[in-house]
Every structure is written in structure tokens, then in C-alpha cells.
């Protein structure tokens, strides 16, 4: 009956729509794989000559694809829109308009990304934080009016992420080539890289 009340549906949680959130919030705020993946370079290639943009796009995308990331991602991003909206309760709405120096929450949440491959992404992301290159330092111009307190640490964090999940496949590879005893933190990549070793098919 029309005055009956519906069942609500129990909430259930879709990855596939929190995952294509997470794209389409960085690309509205106008942040691309591409720049997040120089960021990469940026940070690894004096360690790895060879390393190549396709290769930092892949470790971003992976990076991306875990969950806490998405949610650091989503939550970060969220709260920058409500702040250029003004939507938010002062001294919040105020703390986070201006990215008030003494407001640390914003890289407690990149922290939460920092740490997905390892402690060796505190160092990664401590470097890029301080020098803001390629994509960060447009992210910290205060000229456009828009937020990014929370945007510019989530994406240096991403970026560090994404460099030591690298550090990580470079040593798995390099014992795979001289037949060292390993755990390889990524084992089907790893695997893969053996097969292509051995000449066998996957």
C-alpha cells in the first residue's frame, strides 16, 4: 500500500563505483595519471636510468586501485569542494580555506597513502612535499581560488606510494636475475617477470 513504508535496502559496499569516484574526482580537480606519473620519475629516475612514464603510469594506477587509497582520495577531495563552497563549520571552514600551517589532518591523511608500500614512502613524499614540483606547485597556487589542502598532500603521497611500490619490483627483479633466494612483495608480477626470464609462457 502507497502509506506502507519501503524497506530500505541494506548498504552495501561497490567497490566498482567507489574505484570510478576516485577517477573522476582527480580528474575534475584537474589532476592526471600522467602528473601524478612525472611525479614518479621525478623521484626515481636517478635511481633507475631505464624507468620509463609507462612504467610510473602502471605503479600509479596500482596505487589507485587499493581501497585505503581510494578512501584517503575521496574524503581528501570532498573536503576541499566543501571548503571552496563554504560549507563547512568555522574555525574548520576557515582552517581549511586557508591551509592554516598549524592544521596537520591533511597529511595525517596522506600519511594513510604514504605507508601502503612501506616506511621507505615517508621519505618520498617528505622530499616531493618540500620542493613541490610539476603538478604540486600548481596545486599550491592560492591565485585560482580553488582548495587544495588536502588534494596536493594526497597526490605527493600517491606519488610515493607509487615510487616505492617501484623500489620494491626493482629488487624483486634484480635477486629474479641473479637467482637470489626472495619474497617478492608483488608475487604474480614477479612471476610474470620469471616467466619472461625462463623464455616460458605465463
Not at 584517503?72 to 580555506?97: C, H, R, W, Y
Not at 606547485?137 to 594526497?154: F, M, P
Not at 636475475?177 to 616460458?200: Q, S, V
Request: charged share 30%; aromatic share 8%; net charge negative.
Amino acid at each position: 500500500m502507497a502509506d506502507e513504508k519501503i524497506a530500505k535496502i541494506p548498504y552495501s559496499l561497490n567497490s566498482k563505483a567507489v574505484a570510478d569516484a576516485t577517477k573522476f574526482w582527480l580528474n575534475k580537480r584537474g589532476v592526471t595519471l600522467e602528473e601524478i606519473a612525472e611525479l614518479v620519475m621525478f623521484l626515481q629516475q636517478k635511481y633507475y636510468p631505464n624507468l620509463t612514464m609507462d612504467e610510473c603510469i602502471h605503479n600509479v594506477e596500482m596505487v589507485l586501485s587499493k581501497r585505503e587509497v581510494q578512501n584517503a582520495v575521496l574524503t581528501g577531495i570532498q573536503l576541499d569542494v566543501m571548503a571552496e563552497e563554504g560549507k563547512l563549520f568555522s574555525p574548520l571552514q576557515d582552517m581549511i580555506e586557508n591551509d592554516e600551517g598549524l592544521y596537520g589532518v591533511d597529511e595525517i591523511l596522506a600519511f594513510s597513502i604514504v605507508n601502503v608500500y612501506g616506511s621507505i614512502g615517508f621519505t618520498n613524499y617528505g622530499y616531493v612535499d618540500k620542493l613541490k614540483p610539476g603538478v604540486l606547485k600548481r596545486l599550491n597556487d592560492k591565485s585560482t581560488g580553488q582548495i587544495h589542502t588536502y588534494l596536493d598532500d594526497i597526490v605527493g603521497a600517491v606519488a610515493a606510494a607509487a615510487s616505492s611500490r617501484i623500489a620494491h619490483r626493482k629488487q624483486a627483479e634484480r635477486e629474479i636475475e641473479l637467482d637470489l633466494p626472495h619474497t617478492p612483495e608483488d608475487r604474480e608480477e614477479a612471476a610474470r617477470k620469471l616467466a619472461e626470464y625462463d623464455g616460458t609462457p605465463e
